[in-house]
């Protein structure tokens, strides 16, 4: 039997901007005094257009924390880091993932992920492909009185073509150009609006560093590092006069070191830092009775602390790393302040982090495990990782489960389903630069 999750249409239309009523941050309780007193951390979580791009897709990632920049490339390379591709051991691979999502709140919603790659002739560059598809399972829209508007499974979907090239034998760059789309109303009209599909396109630029002959005491080790800078793009707008949303611009680096402690066994220990690349929501002025105040200039709310977040993509992209308004309150004379600190404390909370560790037994058998942590104030994601993995000719099975570290977390019990064929393994040659 389909499962229908009645919900308003205006609810659904101003979650998605279509309506006044964004949510922003709020300033600290009026009594707040500058008197010595502390102001409690207020939550600010910055929210984007089609945060399903930020999903890792893969169970090998997804076992190690969702750390995934500088692992060793695969055809799962393409959303973490395309300029991996580069350096992939095959000459050709591809790979499928599936993963029933936030099956804690509803039954039906799934992310499936298809992505390959192809090495070409001269070993130094290659070209890969995927295609991300976000199943939002069955809604069923209502009126403001509960009436039935019409039933509809929203969808989202993004596809990408990738190229990566080798600069020297130890560093290469990769570019991957995207299309999204994300269709979540099916064209309801709510109070005169007409909503549509948002529709943008955006790309990554991707560095990656390796050196295969690195040592760590009398053990070869490889050492990695890796830079993915990915949906760099155009708004998003779900009607034809509503304001346009960031998509999830996301700066993503890190490393990776590989052991090889015998003939049989490796470890190889891995770590993402993570920072969204769009406004902060600021604390908007309130006049003596709480209410926003509107410039009469610009027609956007006045800003207390922090920065309109109308603005374009790059003015977004250079402004995320110092628009965090902090903790603001309001003095005896309704004047509003910010805490001390409290600015760069915010930004340094807008980071995330993620690690993970991998160990392979005769490059046929994997385990693997890892941590995500983010700030409670920025989202509250915490959860532990375990997956595993199996090679068996050119086939590659993964699995991953995660373990949530936070109570009544919809992630909980999370699983993610992999399976990898590879081609032909690339014939090592002597490269000139």
């Not at 929501?281 to 800003?303: F, H, M, R």
């Amino acid at each position: 039997m389909t499962f229908l999750r009645p919900i308003s249409a205006v609810t659904v239309v101003t979650a998605l901007g279509l309506l006044p009523g964004s949510v922003f941050a709020q300033p600290c309780d009026p009594q707040f005094r500058a008197s010595g007193q502390q102001c409690n951390d207020q939550l600010n979580t910055i929210t984007t257009a089609v945060p399903f791009l930020l999903i890792s897709p893969d169970s090998r990632a997804g076992g190690m924390g969702d750390a995934g920049v500088a692992i060793s490339p695969d055809a799962n390379a393409i959303h973490w880091n395309p300029s991996k591709l580069a350096f992939a051991e095959n000459d050709g691979e591809f790979s499928m993932s599936y993963s029933p999502w936030l099956r804690n709140l509803v039954p039906d919603m799934s992310l499936a992920y298809l992505a390959g790659y192809k090495r070409l002739s001269n070993k130094r560059s290659a070209i890969g492909g995927s295609l991300r598809y976000f199943n939002l399972g069955s809604i069923l829209f209502t009126d403001v009185n509960g009436s039935t508007i019409r039933d509809f499974k929203p969808a989202e979907f993004a596809v990408d073509l990738a190229f990566a090239q080798k600069f020297s034998d130890r560093f290469s760059g990769g570019i991957a150009i995207r299309y999204i789309n994300s269709n979540l109303t099916g064209g309801i009209s709510v109070q005169g609006a007409n909503s549509k599909a948002g529709q943008s396109v955006a790309a990554d630029v991707s560095f990656f560093y390796m050196n295969d002959q690195a040592q760590m005491g009398d053990k070869d080790a490889t050492f990695a590092f890796g830079v993915n800078v990915s949906n760099i793009g155009a708004k998003m707008s779900y009607t034809e006069t509503a304001a346009q949303n960031f998509i999830p611009i996301n700066l993503r680096l890190g490393p990776s070191i590989k052991l090889e402690l015998d003939q049989y066994n490796s470890i190889a220990f891995n770590m993402d830092v993570n920072k969204l690349l769009v406004p902060t929501p600021p604390v908007y002025l309130l006049d003596e009775n709480g209410a926003l105040i509107i410039d009469p200039v610009t027609g956007n709310y006045q800003v207390a602390s922090g920065r309109d977040p109308d603005v374009g993509v790059m003015s977004g992209i250079l402004g995320s790393f110092t628009d965090a308004p902090g903790n603001v309150g309001y003095d005896d004379n309704g004047k509003p302040y910010v805490e001390s600190g409290s600015r760069l404390r915010e930004e340094l909370r807008e980071i995330n982090l993620a690690g993970g560790f991998e160990y392979w037994y005769a490059e046929q058998f994997a385990f693997r495990t890892g941590y995500f942590w983010e700030h409670y104030t920025k989202g509250n994601r915490k959860y532990f990782t375990l997956g595993a993995g199996v090679k068996y000719s050119i086939f590659t099975l993964d699995l991953s489960y995660l373990i949530a570290n936070t109570q009544r977390s919809p992630l909980a019990n999370t699983l993610r389903f992999t399976l990898g064929f590879k081609f032909d393994k690339a014939k090592k040659k002597p490269e000139s630069n």
